[in-house]
């Protein structure tokens, strides 16, 4: 598939997860959601957001990259709060509805 019928296929749903300092517990909920997202029968894209964490939790996001298919890691360099990490994750999704967790 090309690049550009990539960016234009339609996304049913967008899951938008804003994270601070989740090193502990981060890496099992993103293969729970990449296997998740494999199964579903779904288009489905992941939108993290890393609202400047002071652990490993960017390290772990950065991982995934390339494993999960519509998968974007955004890295806030200094904490703004749930509700501004929220705001930038919605404004990236493009799915027909939009989650977070």
């Known amino acids: 598939m090309k690049e550009n019928e990539i960016l234009n296929r339609r996304i049913d749903l967008s899951i938008v997860i804003p994270v601070l300092n989740a090193e502990a517990f981060f890496e099992q909920s993103l293969r729970a959601l990449r ?3 494999v199964s579903c029968g779904y288009a489905v894209e992941i939108i993290v957001i890393d609202d400047g964490s002071t652990d490993r939790t960017c ?7 390339g494993s999960i298919s519509n998968y974007t890691v955004v890295s806030v360099p200094e904490n703004r709060g749930k509700g501004m990490a929220l705001k930038e994750g919605f404004r990236k999704a493009r799915g027909v509805f939009v989650v977070f967790t």
């Open 59 to 65: 390290d772990i996001a950065r991982f995934f990259i």
């Open 35 to 37: 296997d998740y997202s």
